[in-house]
Structures are given as structure tokens and as C-alpha cells.
């Protein structure tokens, strides 16, 4: 015997009351389900897919590799970063999400000095954005170690 689905036709909702005796299937006309009469959309659908596919990895590979036009060009590890690098990741971070001016003496250290930060730590340092800052590093850390 041919499963239901098999056949072409669709399983109805068994009623839990009525136990298992409930269910019926509905037959559905076979020309919903050509492949062949829908070809066009199918191809629309599978082109637009590919593309929108194809344009997530090329901008995901640019900012993984920091080679976005304004993202500085810093290692991918914090760990390794300069006093330089961490001036030049505060202003670019700054800079993009509107914060209020960040005092640079105040993050007179290298990447590694970042890493033993807390989130406290950034927020005593920069009130208006400490936690952003937090964050950003925190992701940028993550994708060093882990991938």
C-alpha cells in the first residue's frame, strides 16, 4: 500500500480527541505540484537565491579579513594589537556608531591588556559606549580564537 504522500494527496489534521480514527487524506490536483508548469519561477526563484547566496560570502570574507573600505587595517587577532592598533580600533568604532568622543589616553595599552578588561573595566573608561566597545572586542576576540 502507497503512502499518502505517495499518491500525491495530503494528510489532514487528525483531531486529538478523536484519536488516529480522525485522519483522512485530502487529495490535491496534481498540476499544483508540476515541476515542469512552474519552471520559470522555479528558475527566478534558484537565480535570485544563488545570487543573494553568493553576494553574503563575498562581504563576509571582505570584513573577516578586515579589507572593508572603512574598517583599519588591523591583525585579526586582538591579542597581537598594538597601542597603535587598539587608538585606531576605538576611533573606527567610535566613528561608525556615533559615540561621544573617546579619550585615548585612557586606553594606553595593547591588545592583550583589552582581553584581561571587563565589561566594568570599559564602561568606567567610556560611559556612553563602554558597553559597545565591550562587545565589539569581545566578537573580534571570539572569531580569533574559534575559527
Same mark, same amino acid.
Given at each position: !500500500? /502507497?503512502c ?5 494527496a495530503?494528510?489532514s489534521?487528525a483531531? #486529538? @480527541?478523536?484519536?488516529?480514527s480522525?485522519?483522512s +487524506?485530502? #487529495? &490535491?490536483?496534481?498540476?499544483i505540484?508540476?515541476k515542469? *508548469?512552474?519552471?520559470? =519561477?522555479?528558475? =527566478? =526563484?534558484? $537565480?535570485?537565491s ?9 562581504n563576509?570574507l571582505l &570584513?573577516?579579513?578586515?579589507l $572593508?573600505? %572603512?574598517e #583599519? %587595517?588591523? #591583525?585579526? $587577532?586582538?591579542r /597581537?594589537?598594538s *597601542?597603535? @592598533?587598539?587608538?585606531?580600533? =576605538?576611533?573606527y +568604532?567610535? &566613528? &561608525? ?8 589616553? *585612557?586606553?594606553a595599552m %595593547?591588545?592583550?591588556?583589552?582581553c584581561?578588561?571587563? !565589561? @566594568?573595566?570599559? +564602561?568606567?573608561r +567610556? ?8 562587545? @565589539?572586542?569581545?566578537?573580534?576576540l571570539?572569531r580569533?580564537?574559534?575559527?
Amino acid at each position: !500500500m /502507497l503512502c499518502p504522500v505517495e499518491c500525491g494527496a495530503l494528510p489532514s489534521v487528525a483531531w #486529538p @480527541d478523536r484519536g488516529l480514527s480522525s485522519l483522512s +487524506v485530502l #487529495p &490535491t490536483p496534481s498540476k499544483i505540484w508540476e515541476k515542469q *508548469r512552474y519552471s520559470s =519561477i522555479y528558475k =527566478i =526563484i534558484e $537565480d535570485y537565491s544563488k545570487q543573494r547566496h553568493a553576494q553574503k560570502v563575498s562581504n563576509s570574507l571582505l &570584513t573577516s579579513r578586515g579589507l $572593508d573600505c %572603512n574598517e #583599519p %587595517n588591523l #591583525p585579526l $587577532d586582538p591579542r /597581537l594589537w598594538s *597601542r597603535e @592598533d587598539v587608538a585606531r580600533w =576605538i576611533q573606527y +568604532v567610535s &566613528t &561608525t556608531h556615533h559615540l561621544p568622543t573617546v579619550h585615548l589616553e *585612557r586606553f594606553a595599552m %595593547n591588545g592583550k591588556a583589552l582581553c584581561l578588561m571587563s !565589561m @566594568d573595566m570599559f +564602561v568606567s573608561r +567610556v560611559p556612553l559606549g563602554g558597553k559597545l566597545l565591550y562587545k @565589539d572586542f569581545q566578537l573580534k576576540l571570539s572569531r580569533a580564537l574559534y575559527s
